[in-house]
């Protein structure tokens, strides 16, 4: 029951004023900022890192030597694939709680969630297939691609899905409408990491054992150039204009111009870095150091360090692992 004593209609105007204030600064309000989602694989767990102030936002206990990471592009799912649990969890990120695991036979290990998150597409390390995941039923199919199959990536308008076949030294051209495989195009010596730019135009495969990076054309189906490296390679990120490779055995991320491919700088790191990602405005890039238990910013124009967090034992975020705020 409301209390009404006297000056009952002032303290209802001023109710009103007050509901206005509150509904204004609440539609005023910062979104959230940008979160990452990193797989510490020696620690079997999800670790949610605030990348505004680095700091922990939330464990999540995942299992089965968690290595893959894909973060939906509107930031409300996370998908990790675990290569020894053999299966593909779902996290509410928002929530920050897991919402179901999917069996996934083999050695799931790439991961990548089209546009709409409506399918998630899991590379099998062991079984020379890509899994087609609806997350919302559990459903799967598969495909056939090439030996070890590793990194995944999807084109923004989700027509088409790469996979690198590391084994093979090739990279798997998959038409996501039909789920076939419609081409194979070779790369460098065991590709492991694909990425796509944001035109959907260009690929960008990261290949250990030639030290260096392949630069794909995807509508012709070939590739157009190849840059050197540091040591093994893992995987690329795309950033303000730049290409950086992630370098584990040179403990250092390659520059290069994007347009012109021209080697720009070395930038030493932590130990055996892997994952590798870009904030959405491109200013910022993110790196997993596998070795030395650490998430580092670097700047994208000064190449400089601007943040540091400490995460779980062995990060590996192999994949796309920064969610945009809301």
């Known amino acids: ?93 928002e929530a920050r709680k897991i919402e179901r695991r999917i069996a996934v036979a083999g050695g799931p290990l790439g991961v990548a969630a089209a546009a709409d998150g409506r399918r998630v597409y899991v590379a099998d390390l062991y079984g020379r297939r890509l899994v087609e995941i609806d997350p ?68 960008y495969t990261a290949n250990v054992e030639s030290d260096d990076m392949s630069v794909i054309d995807i509508a012709a189906r070939k590739v157009v150039a190849t840059a050197k490296t540091g040591s093994r390679p893992y995987t690329v990120a795309l950033a303000g204009g730049r290409i950086f490779t992630a370098n584990q055995h040179g403990d250092s991320l390659s520059v290069f111009d994007a347009a012109t491919l021209a080697p720009l700088e070395t930038v030493k790191v932590g130990e055996y870095p892997e994952g590798i990602d870009a904030s959405r405005d491109g200013r910022t890039v993110y790196v997993a150091n596998w070795f030395s238990n650490e998430l580092l910013a670097i700047d994208a124009k000064t190449l400089k360090v601007v943040g540091r967090a400490e995460t779980g034992d062995g990060p590996r975020a192999f994949g796309a692992f920064v969610a945009a705020g809301r």
């Not at 199959?149 to 996501?176: E, F, H, M, Q, Y």
Request: with cysteine.
């Open 136 to 203: 919302e039923k559990g459903e799967t199919r598969s495909v056939g691609v090439g030996a070890m199959a590793s990194g995944v990536a999807v084109t923004p308008d989700g027509g088409t899905i790469l996979v690198a076949d590391r084994d093979d030294n090739a990279v798997s051209v998959i038409d996501a409408a039909s789920f076939t495989r419609v081409a194979t195009i070779p790369v460098g010596r065991h590709p492991f990491g694909v990425t796509i730019d944001a035109e959907g135009a260009r690929a």
């Open 1 to 93: 029951m409301r209390r009404k004593g006297r000056g009952g209609r002032k303290r209802t105007a001023l109710h009103g004023v007050a509901r206005l204030a509150f509904a204004t600064l609440l539609c005023s309000a910062p979104a959230r900022a940008d979160e990452v989602f990193i797989t510490a694989q020696g620690a079997d767990a999800l670790e949610i890192i605030d990348i505004a102030t680095m700091k922990p936002l939330a464990r999540l206990p995942i299992g089965g030597k968690p290595a893959g990471i894909a973060v939906s592009r509107d930031g409300a799912r996370a998908f990790v694939t675990s290569p020894e649990g053999k299966f593909l969890t779902v996290v509410d990120a």
